[in-house]
């Protein structure tokens, strides 16, 4: 098995300015975004009950592949499996080389490019600006918990569904 070295960069380097011009287009547009995440949020928790009844393991793999196109196009989404873009200013945290979740490592170069990847913005940077553009962007102050690696490629939209409706749910008096 081979033994994971210290330091892997989790992204690719950035092959042209024109890749992530969708991803900095979604930064810009962080107030646009967290409104349409929002009015999403709710219409999969409306659906909570039908996705229930279907099976939410039985959705998990189309659910995931729409999610993938979706996010992946606005947002070079990972697919982590725990979305924290509401509170990352619509900057997708695992694009940073260095995985970071929670604020920028002390390489940022002073023009806010990527210790790591020279021609790349920080994505904290990046994440920064968003958040001030943003209703909820004060959530960037918030911690973000360790990455649970076991979510890898799940779908957050139906994690956030399902937390979100089993929330909202009475609680059930015993009998
Ligand atoms: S935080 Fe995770 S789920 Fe959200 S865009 Fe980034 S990789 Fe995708």
Sequence with gaps: M??????????????????????????????GMETLYALVERALVGL?????????????KPVASVEKLVKGTLFDCKMCGQCALSSTGMSCPM?????????????VRSNGNCEVYAEMPCVWVKAYEGSRAMAGGAAIGTPQPAVDHRL???????????EKSAAAAPAKVPA
């Excluded at 909570?48 to 998990?60: D, M, S």
């Excluded at 694009?95 to 390489?107: A, S």
């Excluded at 890898?152 to 399902?162: F, M």
């Design 48 to 60: 909570a009950p039908l996705f229930a009844r279907i099976g939410w393991e039985r959705l998990e």
């Design 95 to 107: 694009n940073c080389p260095k995985g970071l979740r929670n604020g920028p490592c002390g390489g």
């Design 152 to 162: 890898k490629g799940r779908s957050s939209w139906l994690a956030v569904a399902r």
């Design 2 to 31: 081979r033994t994971p070295a210290a330091f892997e960069p989790s992204a690719r380097p950035p092959r042209d300015g024109k890749r992530f011009a969708l991803r900095f287009w979604a930064i810009r547009h962080a107030r």
